[in-house]
């Protein structure tokens, strides 16, 4: 009985030490933003001309699978994507985009490492996704204003197919001051066409 005591006091204090890691991460993500609670964070907001601005690939795609890596002290997740249709950039089949966050299951005790305002992505599922080159690993991307940067296409009950993000953990910044993101959805055709409008733009 005292054993199993032991084994549970090791495992907790070996979840709360990783989780004061995963906050002091020395790779955490920096795209304007900073960590202001546990569960939100603080970035400048980007509109979709700010966006298709700063991007150097947009595309559309299918996250075929997701692998975490190390990178100094943080946890990376890799999500390979099979891109279906390139908006802007060169065109490619298959890119890496590199996420903050990550979990490493191959311990005794697996780490976590979470940050609010990151985005996810599952094997799967259809995305829109707004890139910048030079991610934290060679040869891959990162999304342009964490979580603003990555759609999630989605049908609606018509079977139309529509895009929808949730920034709900984000604080941003504005000219106006600072609000909560919202969780919002249009038609993937208005978003295309507001893109292409402002690379027309460029």
């Known amino acids: 009985m005292k054993k199993a005591a032991l084994a549970i ?3 907790v204090l070996a979840l709360l030490f990783s989780a004061r890691w995963a906050t ?14 546990r569960n939100t964070s603080l970035a400048n907001g980007l509109s979709v ?13 299918n996250c075929v699978g997701t692998k975490s890596v190390w990178v ?22 298959e890119i890496t985009v590199a996420l903050p966050g990550g979990i490493d299951a191959n311990r005794d005790v697996p780490i976590a490492m979470n940050y609010a305002g990151a985005p996810r992505m599952t094997p799967g599922e259809d995305v829109l996704l707004f890139l910048r080159a030079g991610g934290p690993v060679s040869g891959t991307y990162s999304i342009a204003g ?5 759609f999630s296409i989605v049908k609606d009950e018509d079977g139309r197919q529509m895009v929808t993000r949730d920034l709900t953990k984000m604080m941003l910044r504005s000219n106006n001051g600072v609000h909560r993101g919202s969780n919002n959805m249009t038609s993937l055709s208005s978003l295309k066409a507001e893109i292409k409008a402002h690379l027309r733009q460029q």
């Open 24 to 37: 002091m991460a020395v790779n955490a993500p920096h795209e304007d933003s900073i960590q202001t609670a």
């Open 49 to 61: 001309e700010d966006m298709v601005h700063k991007s150097d690939l947009i595309a559309i795609g």
């Open 9 to 11: 006091s090791i495992i």
């Open 72 to 93: 100094g002290r943080s946890l990376v997740t890799l999500a390979t994507v099979s891109v279906g249709e390139t908006i802007k950039g060169t065109e490619q089949n």
């Open 146 to 150: 964490l979580s603003q940067g990555k």
